[in-house]
């Protein structure tokens, strides 16, 4: 039996990593507005407060991005993106829900966009309608059916979301069949190594791939000695680079282990902080914040703890910078960084920068 397939966090680093290419494979009119030689910022934390009363505890692969318009006015607009694996019923009308919450919160300019990664070929949905007593409601909103996409063009110009697709199909189409999903990520494994793609583009993707189709240990253990077949046989660059990254997958096991060791002395200090907010501002919203507060404790914990077992110190000003941080992504890219930096001087670098 395969291991199952997080869709949803695949998707999420997708659109953090390759948000350019993302939207020239699937809006490409979108892209064309687009000023891309000006720095987007993602606002994770923004959209977890303007959905945070929708559903509870419901993970989902959604993204909202600042972006500028290229057409000469300098005026910045919000990209909501989401990515839907399943077929979800409520998805037209979610998505108006939360264009008219991130529009009423900003008051800016809102673009909405959904990727329909679903395997219902008639599965299509686009416009939320409401009609009352002659008040009439229509929000239209830009698709993309992965399953219909031609990717043959842009895995030919490189394009490495193209590739993220590929596996996504091989991911949906092998179920429970783990030797099928075995010979399709070799498959996709060695055509990436032969795309002439750069370096870090090829370790990114392999990441996704690798997540998208996780396998049971003992075809995992094949795959890895088909690849060092392949190389022997083929001159084939990059392999060590995928033996490098499975080794690299004990940061995300830590991560776990850490989050579970210490969330609930984060939580109790999260909760203290809730009970606060609570007093001033409503039992609901203290107690939420109260959860957020937990997660940033708990993650920051992770990342002083293997620091010190990695390197057996954290200087102050790394510490206190860390103290600081109050964004979920970055604390978690930290976390990563914290597993698989070669030096504490490399770490140091990266979580003193702006």
Same mark, same amino acid.
């Given at each position: ?6 869709? $949803?966090?695949?998707?999420?680093? %997708? ?46 692969? $959604? ?12 005026? /910045? ?12 019923? &409520? ?12 529009? $009423? ?9 959904? *990727?329909?990664? =679903? ?7 686009? *416009? ?27 895995? =030919? ?19 429970? $069949? #783990? ?31 690798? /997540?998208?189709?996780?396998? #049971? ?23 060590? %680079? ?100 070669? &030096? ?11």
């Amino acid at each position: 039996m395969n291991e199952p397939t997080d869709y $949803d966090g695949a998707w999420k680093e %997708t659109l953090e990593r390759f948000l350019p290419d993302f939207l020239s494979l699937a809006f490409p009119s979108l892209h064309a507005e687009i000023d891309w030689s000006h720095p987007f910022r993602f606002l994770d934390t923004e959209l977890r407060e303007v959905v945070r009363d929708a559903e509870a505890g419901c993970v989902r692969a $959604d993204k909202l991005v600042e972006v500028r318009r290229r057409d000469g006015t300098g005026e /910045w607009i919000l990209v909501h993106a989401e990515v839907q694996a399943q077929r979800d019923d &409520s998805l037209a009308e979610r998505m108006f829900r939360y264009y008219y919450r991130i529009l $009423d919160r900003f008051q800016r300019p809102v673009v909405s966009v959904a *990727v329909l990664a =679903d395997p219902h070929p008639s599965w299509k949905p686009s *416009v939320y309608e409401r009609k009352e007593c002659g008040c009439e409601l229509l929000f239209r909103f830009p698709i993309c059916k992965l399953a219909e996409l031609d990717l043959t063009p842009w895995l =030919d110009a490189g394009n490495p979301v193209a590739r993220v697709i590929e596996a996504h199909r091989v991911a949906q189409s092998t179920g429970n $069949d #783990p030797e099928r999903r075995r010979a399709g990520k070799l498959a996709i494994v060695r055509r990436l190594m032969l795309s002439g793609m750069p370096e870090p583009a090829i370790r990114e993707v392999l990441r996704l791939v690798h /997540w998208l189709l996780a396998l #049971p240990r003992p075809q995992e253990l094949v795959l890895r000695s088909e690849l060092r077949n392949l190389q022997q046989e083929q001159n084939m660059p990059y392999i060590s %680079t995928y033996d490098r990254l499975v080794r690299e997958e004990g940061w995300e096991k830590g991560l776990e282990k850490g989050l579970e060791k210490g969330l609930e002395k984060g939580l109790e200090k999260g909760r203290e902080e809730g009970r606060e907010e609570g007093r001033e501002e409503g039992w609901e919203k203290g107690l939420e914040k109260g959860r957020e507060a937990g997660r940033l404790h708990a993650l920051r914990e992770v990342v002083m703890e293997q620091l010190v077992q990695r390197f057996g110190t954290i200087p102050d000003d790394v510490r206190e910078r860390i103290q600081g941080i109050e964004d979920e992504v970055r604390l978690r890219s930290l976390v990563r960084a914290a597993f698989v930096s070669p &030096s504490l001087e490399s770490f140091s670098q990266a979580v003193l920068l702006p």
